[in-house]
């Protein structure tokens, strides 16, 4: 059974920062492109940022580009979003997300499992 956990999340001023991570368990997790999607209240569940099985293509939604940071670490099954430079507006849960594919892909129907999310709220 494949589970992702995030973790990470939390309470942060604009311009600041913050890390959130996702533990992958019960998967070939290396063989699969991962994605990080968020949804803020009243709205629908978004692309934020994807990244190839190797780590060795990326792509990102132009609200992170410049600010956000896909990675990948397939030894230990884990996936991060380093979040720079913050605003008010990035304010949503974040979800973790294993593709069906190897290679970037934007679209949700492109994802097989998800976690359970993670809160991040940006203060002004």
């Known amino acids: 059974q494949v589970q992702l956990v995030e973790s990470g999340g939390g309470l942060v001023q604009a311009g600041g920062s913050l890390r959130v991570s996702c533990a992958v368990s019960?998967?070939?997790?290396?063989?699969?492109?991962m994605g990080w999607f968020r949804q803020a209240p009243g709205k629908e569940r978004e692309f934020v940022a994807t990244?190839?099985?190797?780590?060795?293509?990326?792509d990102y939604a132009d609200s992170a580009k410049g600010r956000f940071t896909i990675s990948r670490d397939n030894a230990k099954k884990m996936v991060y979003l380093q979040m720079n430079s913050l605003k008010p507006e990035d304010t949503a849960v974040y979800y973790c997300a294993q593709s069906r594919f190897t290679n970037i892909a934007r679209r949700t129907t492109s994802y097989l499992y998800w976690g359970q999310g993670t809160q991040v709220t940006v203060s002004s």
């Open positions: 990244i190839d099985w190797s780590g060795g293509s990326t």
């Open positions: 019960g998967s070939s997790f290396r063989n699969y492109a």
